[in-house]
T-cell receptor, first 113, second 113 residues
Framework: QKEVEQDPGPLSVPEGAIVSLNCTYS??????FMWYRQYSRKGPELLMY????GNKEDGRFTAQVDKSSKYISLFIRDSQPSDSATYLC?????????????FGTGTLLAVQP | NAGVTQTPKFQVLKTGQSMTLQCAQD?????MYWYRQDPGMGLRLIYY???????DKGEVPNGYNVSRLNKREFSLRLESAAPSQTSVYFC????????????FGEGSWLTVV
């Protein structure tokens, strides 16, 4: 079993829909949680970063962490065609450079105009 | 501001050939990383350098070597390429103690035939 599980999709939604992307994990020591967006043929770019449990909002994006359920989510409101990309969750135990990030395999999202 | 620059972007190698992937960053970050990304496997850490002068193995180091040339540059070498090393390679950087907010380059597509 992988440490981080993520549904690969693809997930197809109409423009304006609310999108929910999720990851589950098995390591209870994870404290730092991130979401990356990766466009085709590009490198991942950091979208959201959360420490421990709780919610964080940034514009149309909301990240949620539920450590008791070992479950994290990314919500996208009013989705746009430009949101079409692969979304990767990532997490680590500590905040230092030697604390390795563990990535999910990514969920491919397509927002239809 | 170029961020993280990788060269070459595309390369085809024959089995047994050697090559070096170059990475340079202008973000003044201490830590640098090399990942590979494969379908269904996600991003996996090959090697990392927490700071200038140090390197350490990641999850999948076999068949690779690295050199942290200076604070800006971190190279990845394949001494004898194998078809299993066909992948997309990403260089990344991070600030020490930055909660592992990692910034990626654009990627290098490598095919070993």
């Amino acid at each position: 079993q992988k440490e981080v599980e993520q549904d690969p999709g693809p997930l197809s939604v109409p423009e304006g829909a609310i999108v929910s992307l999720n990851c589950t994990y098995s390591n209870s020591a994870f404290q730092y949680f991130m979401w990356y967006r990766q466009y085709s043929r590009k490198g991942p770019e950091l979208l959201m970063y959360t420490y421990s449990s709780g919610n964080k909002e940034d514009g149309r994006f909301t990240a949620q962490v539920d450590k008791s359920s070992k479950y994290i989510s990314l919500f996208i409101r009013d989705s746009q065609p430009s949101d079409s990309a692969t979304y990767l969750c990532a997490m680590s135990e500590g905040g230092g450079a030697t604390n390795k990030l563990i990535f999910g395999t990514g969920t491919l999202l397509a927002v239809q105009p | 501001n170029a961020g993280v620059t990788q060269t070459p972007k595309f390369q085809v190698l024959k089995t047994g050939q050697s090559m070096t992937l170059q990475c340079a960053q202008d973000m003044n970050h201490n830590s640098m990383y090399w990942y590979r990304q494969d379908p269904g496997m996600g991003l996996r850490l090959i090697y990392y350098s927490a700071s200038e002068g140090t390197t350490d193995k990641g999850e999948v180091p076999n068949g690779y070597n690295v050199s942290r040339l200076n604070k800006r540059e971190f190279s990845l070498r394949l001494e004898s390429a194998a078809p299993s090393q066909t992948s997309v390679y990403f260089c990344a950087t991070a600030e020490l103690g930055g909660g592992n907010t990692i910034y990626f380059g654009e990627g290098s597509w490598l095919t070993v035939v």
